[in-house]
């Protein structure tokens, strides 16, 4: 109970003299609201993109694998796997025959080409040669028309299914079902429009800046013969936990298939959201470490100011500390006063720092990628604030809390 009533004498204390020092409060407080500011965008960044990577490539799936010539992420081996031969659409059919009735198989190419409709023209637009089981391994179903058939790729159809982006940006608010389309020198029909998926995650691809086209009207129209072609293989898997099973079937279907002796190593890499995700989560730990560099250097610079201030409040206080003393007051009361107005202090410049911080969250979520000030982060933040207080102020207030009451009262 004591405790209780000392712990309050010393806030309302500590609160008088911060009331009574409010300018010099509130130039101590500005290290700590640029170390929180810091410490919270640092957070709402991470946050922020690992939100846009998942938008950005939930229709990779991570039930799917996929086997292409190349890895996805290549970090200083490229030489190693340049001179691997392509994987063409025969092997990509091969495989599709072995995996009958175990997975679905679907194969694609792509390329980069310009498109026109009439007067409007779009550069650099990824068209992508694919199946019908397409819709199958991914995500994205059309939002208007239809995809591709079966008998669009048996039949080498010109038709072709076009995202969001391609159809606000070609053919504006007319609708572009069973509208001619200009890709490279071939004309193509539109039967389907793809739903809206999302923009892209750093330099990524923008899944609504494509156009779907049957595999075989692929090559027909923009070259790919035996020898030059470069195929995708996705195979989905029945169910989330058979596909680390899946993975060593394909491994050793496609071995058989590219004729490797035990000896040899893949001459194929096998990719999957995991693959993404590890190259993610390098690069997030990359900018986290700098984050918190950074967040240290503020908070550390702020809790010397906080610490200069205090030793200079316990100075000009001294014969206040020494007349305390002397009417009974004990060490542990002036060590709270002194401790509490530190704490102070520094959660009055967290408090700050966190709505500067949420303001501008809210300008990042709103032009840059999603972002927001989660309830963990803000707890984190109060919790650093009174962290930073407490180091700050522990010196300067054991140093109040040992004067001699005698020799205080005698300081001028």
């Known amino acids: 109970m004591r405790w209780a009533i000392d712990l309050n004498e010393s806030f309302q204390i500590a609160m008088a003299a911060l009331r009574a020092n409010r300018a010099r409060g509130a130039l101590t407080t500005l290290g700590i609201i640029i170390g929180i500011v810091a410490v919270v965008l640092t957070m709402t960044a991470a946050n922020g993109l690992e939100n846009r990577f998942r938008q950005t ?89 239809r995809f591709i058939m079966a008998r669009d790729v048996s039949y080498k159809t010109a038709v072709c299914v076009i995202g969001t982006d391609i159809r606000d940006g070609v053919f504006g608010t007319e609708s572009p079902i069973n509208k001619k389309l200009k890709i490279g020198r071939t004309v193509f029909r539109v039967v389907g429009v793809m739903e809206k998926q999302g923009g892209s995650f750093l330099g990524g691809p923008n899944f609504d800046r494509q156009i779907y086209v049957p595999i075989t009207s692929f090559i027909k129209a923009f070259g790919g013969a035996r020898g030059r072609q470069n195929v995708m293989v996705s195979v989905k898997a029945p169910a989330q936990e058979a596909v680390e099973e899946l993975e060593f079937e394909v491994i050793g279907e496609m071995r058989k298939i590219r004729n490797l002796r035990p000896a040899e190593q893949d001459d194929f890499s096998i990719n999957k959201l995991d693959t993404l995700m590890g190259a993610f989560n390098r690069v997030i730990g990359v900018v986290f470490l700098v984050g918190l560099l950074v967040t240290s250097i503020s908070l550390f610079v702020g809790g010397v100011g906080v610490m200069n201030i205090m030793f200079v409040s316990v100075t000009e206080r001294t014969r206040e500390i020494g007349i305390r003393k002397a009417i009974g007051a004990k060490r542990r009361s002036i060590l709270f006063q002194f401790l509490l107005e530190s704490c102070a202090i520094c959660l009055l410049g967290g408090l700050i720092g966190i709505v500067i911080a949420g303001i501008l969250t809210a300008v990042v979520n709103a032009v840059l990628m999603p972002a927001s000030v989660s309830l963990p982060i803000l707890i984190i933040a109060v919790v650093v604030s009174l962290l930073v207080g407490t180091l700050a102020g522990i010196i300067p207030a054991y140093k109040g809390a040992k004067l001699d009451p005698i020799e205080a009262l005698r300081y001028e």
């Open 57 to 145: 490539f939930s229709s990779v799936g991570a039930d799917v694998i996929y086997v292409s010539r190349m890895p996805w992420v290549i970090m200083n081996d490229f030489f190693l796997y340049r001179n691997r031969p392509p994987i063409e659409l025969r092997h990509a059919r091969q495989l599709e025959n072995k995996m009958r009735g175990k997975a679905i198989v679907n194969y694609s190419m792509g390329g980069v080409r310009d498109v026109k409709y009439r007067s409007e023209t779009m550069d650099g637009v990824t068209i992508i040669g694919t199946t019908e089981r397409q819709v199958l391994v991914g995500s994205a179903q059309p939002e208007s028309g």
